[in-house]
């Protein structure tokens, strides 16, 4: 089984636990006299069931994180932690932009009446788009690599 297939599963087995996990909480109470639309204890037997073949496909797709190679971006598991930073460091510099540039509330207009103050940027906005411009397309790049090795590396035992 490749990486990607097993990524796949894995979130189709977190869907299942969700699922099973909001059936129990419907069928957990019903009123005297009545019968419950579905077995409780079944579907809480089902979901650790499921949640066994989880833990054991988690504990494969991390092995697999750890040992696999893409260069200079070392592993796999390394490359992730990468992507996760960038993702943020974009964010921060969209909205330390928007902000400086006076996104949402008022726009960008200066003031309306002379007797208003006239705010200013504490931020150079055009140049903090630029650098957010260049983690995106490192974001992106990085991705790819990612995605590749996915469909690439065999999941390990």
Do not use: C, F
């Not at 089984?1 to 129990?24: D, F, G, I």
């Not at 932690?81 to 974009?90: E, G, M, P, S, T």
């Not at 009446?113 to 995106?136: F, G, I, N, Q, W």
């Not at 090795?149 to 065999?154: G, K």
């Amino acid at each position: 089984m490749k990486l990607a297939e097993a990524l796949a599963e894995r979130a189709a087995a977190v869907r299942r636990v969700e699922q099973l996990r909001s059936r129990v909480e419907a069928s957990a109470r019903y009123q005297e006299g009545e019968t419950p639309a579905e077995d409780a204890a079944r579907l809480l037997a089902e979901a650790d069931e499921v949640l066994d073949s989880l833990e054991s496909l988690i504990r494969r797709i991390n092995r697999t994180n750890a040992t696999v190679e893409l260069g200079p971006d070392g592993t796999l598991t390394d490359a992730l932690a990468r992507r996760d930073v960038l993702r943020l460091r974009h964010a921060t510099l969209t909205a330390a932009a928007d902000a400086a540039a006076g996104s949402g509330g008022r726009g960008g207009y200066g003031r309306q009446l002379r007797s208003e103050l006239l705010m200013l940027s504490a931020l150079p906005v055009a140049e903090l788009r630029e650098r957010a411009d260049l983690v995106a397309r490192d974001l992106r790049q990085l991705d790819v690599r990612i995605q590749r090795a996915n469909w690439e590396a065999d999941l390990v035992l």
